[in-house]
């Protein structure tokens, strides 16, 4: 990595840390604030919004430990997401055994657990047959989540009194709060875990699990790990939905959101930390866009919303905007820039920093 000019390590302490200078703590700090004091300008639409990154961001950052940086791909995230929901919903609403606040260990254990029983097929197979033993168990799980209705309420969903602290009811303020800090711990987790022996295992077995296997790390366990911590983050994402949208429903955890997930990662970037921040950011941006100006266009253009003879389809174009948006971005990202965001990030922070002479 290159630095400004006039930073030197004279400690490997140095040499390892992850923000180095005054500028860097500077911007974090100055970040870090204007999150944190985001509820007191912000619309409550925009709050929503970012709340909903936040979440999305811990289930990413779950899902980039096991594609990103293990090289498994999982098309069950959003399954596995609905697995820590809906067992917050049991524990604290349905049977009423404990507070939302004690369900958080359950919640991740339960989604990394069911994550880790359908990753015991990755010794013998990889790659796309990786992805077809989780594109199935995403249908199985919703499944079995809809035919238990005495455990999940089936159809019938499982409603979630919000968190409370005592006679402090959190409101959209306190859970964007709440969900922020689990970003940043997510994130300040993944981090750290790259840099340990864990990590430079998962990498090693990404980038060829032979050689790997060879060198002594054993293939299988590292995988099974990375199946259950990439899951346990997702089950993390449910329990914070649960507890701020208030409902556990099998409608929230379809394909459709796990290809979402895979994409976010894909744009933002496989195999960084940052890659998922930005990911989830812009995929949700286009998203909105889409909800958001989908009707605006359809009312603009009546001969593909099916007004003034056009041919109407499923009402227009308005309700299939967003998907189409999001298959244009990933075609042009995959085409352009492979390596997502935050490779394109990189790129320009090594520009300001050669430019002039900082060497």
Not at 42 to 53: A, D, N, P, R
Not at 145 to 150: A, D, K, N, R, V
Not at 182 to 208: E, H, P, Q, W
Not at 254 to 269: K, Q, Y
């Amino acid at each position: 990595m290159r630095w400004p000019s006039g930073t030197f390590s004279y400690r490997y302490a140095q040499d390892m840390a992850i923000v180095r200078t005054n500028t860097q703590w500077g911007l974090l700090i100055g970040f870090l604030l204007l999150m944190i004091l985001a509820p007191f300008f912000l619309s409550e639409y925009l709050l929503v919004v970012i709340t909903t990154m936040c979440i999305f961001i811990v289930v990413c950052q779950g899902l980039q430990v096991l594609v990103g940086y293990t090289g498994q791909f999982s098309m069950m995230q959003s399954a596995i997401m609905g697995v820590g929901c809906f067992t917050t919903g049991i524990l604290c609403a349905k049977f009423q055994i404990m507070p939302y606040w004690a369900t958080l260990p359950f919640a991740g254990i339960a989604a990394g657990l069911v994550g880790t029983f359908f990753g015991l097929p990755s010794f013998k197979v990889k790659g796309f047959y990786v992805a077809l033993i989780t594109i199935c168990a995403q249908f199985l799980i919703m499944w079995v989540i809809l035919h238990t209705q005495p455990l999940t309420g089936g159809v019938t969903s499982i409603m979630i009194a919000p968190p409370q602290i005592g006679d402090l009811v959190f409101g959209s303020t306190e859970i964007y709060w709440l969900c922020f800090f689990m970003a940043v711990l997510a994130t300040f987790f993944v981090k750290n875990l790259t840099r340990t022996r864990t990590g430079r295992a998962f990498i090693a077995i990404r980038d060829n699990d032979i050689a790997a296997e060879v060198m002594g790390i054993s293939v299988y366990r590292y995988k099974l790990l990375a199946f259950f911590l990439g899951n346990f983050l997702a089950g993390i994402g449910g329990w914070l939905w649960a507890g701020f949208y208030g409902i556990a429903c099998v409608d929230t955890y379809t394909m459709d959101e796990s290809i979402w997930f895979l994409c976010m990662i894909v744009v933002g970037g496989l195999g960084s930390v940052l890659g998922p921040i930005l990911g989830v950011v812009f995929v949700q941006a286009v998203r909105e866009f889409g909800v958001v100006f989908g009707p605006i266009i359809a009312d603009a253009v009546p001969a593909i919303s099916g007004g003034a003879g056009g041919i109407t389809v499923g009402g227009g174009i308005a309700p299939g905007l967003p998907m189409l948006l999001l298959g244009v971005i990933v075609v042009t990202f995959l085409v352009l820039e492979p390596r997502g965001l935050s490779h394109r990030w990189g790129i320009i922070k090594r520009a300001y920093r050669l430019w002039p002479y900082s060497r």
